[in-house]
T-cell receptor, first 112, second 111 residues
Framework: EAQVTQNPRYLITVTGKKLTVTCSQN?????MSWYRQDPGLGLRQIYYSMNVEVTDKGDVPEGYKVSRKEKRNFPLILESPSPNQTSLYFC???????????FGSGTRLTVV | GDSVTQMEGPVTLSEEAFLTINCTYTATGYPSLFWYVQYPGEGLQLLLK?????DKGSNKGFEATYRKETTSFHLEKGSVQVSDSAVYFCATSGGYQKVTFGTGTKLQVIP
């Protein structure tokens, strides 16, 4: 089944403790992206990648890092999480942007 | 940069009522336009899309027409069902990697 898999689904962590949210897609898509969803703000793009080793900042990249060492994987790294990064995070992938994105099921992160 | 404006929700309708969710956008060039749907506890799913002016996207009884002259992409459905209750997002893509979403409109359909 074609899908984008994110892990974990839920995560509670403490301020400053490094964490990684994994994202993997099995559709051989070149384009991958991370979004955060907050009430009243919709989805905002954090980082995106157009291919292996090619990444760029989205609208809200501060406090996040990404890497794209393999085509299928696009992990999101929070080096020193803070409470304002409490949010619902989505990974998405696409063959081409005009075809639309396939989204993962989301990761609900709480930073205390 | 690009922006998308959706009507405020929540929208509450009775089953079999007609649905319209308004969406307008600002973008340079000729963006592609999308509607995504998010059911409770799930990720977004692509509902329909249109890639050029006057295109009509359709899926599962939902339709939207790309209106370049009014920069709009309103979502419509002739007869909603309880199972259509969800949050609907309008989005524009001016480039392969840059997708701009609206804030979402929650639809609640009551029996």
């Amino acid at each position: 089944e074609a899908q984008v898999t994110q892990n974990p689904r839920y995560l509670i962590t403490v301020t400053g403790k490094k964490l990684t949210v994994t994202c993997s897609q099995n559709m051989n898509h070149e384009y991958m992206s991370w979004y955060r969803q907050d009430p009243g703000l919709g989805l905002r793009q954090i980082y995106y990648s157009m291919n292996v080793e090619v990444t760029d900042k989205g609208d809200v990249p501060e406090g996040y890092k990404v890497s794209r060492k393999e085509k299928r994987n696009f992990p999101l790294i929070l080096e020193s999480p803070s409470p304002n990064q409490t949010s619902l995070y989505f990974c998405a992938s696409s063959f081409t942007g005009v075809a639309g994105y396939t989204f993962g099921s989301g990761t609900r992160l709480t930073v205390v | 940069g690009d922006s998308v404006t959706q009507m405020e929700g929540p929208v509450t309708l009775s089953e079999e009522a007609f649905l319209t969710i308004n969406c307008t956008y600002t973008a340079t060039g000729y963006p592609s336009l999308f509607w995504y749907v998010q059911y409770p506890g799930e990720g977004l799913q692509l509902l329909l899309k249109a890639t050029k002016a006057d295109d009509k996207g359709s899926n599962k009884g939902f339709e939207a027409t790309y209106r370049k002259e009014t920069t709009s992409f309103h979502l419509e459905k002739g007869s909603v069902q309880v199972s259509d209750s969800a949050v609907y997002f309008c989005a524009t893509s001016g480039g392969y990697q840059k997708v701009t979403f609206g804030t979402g409109t929650k639809l609640q359909v009551i029996p």
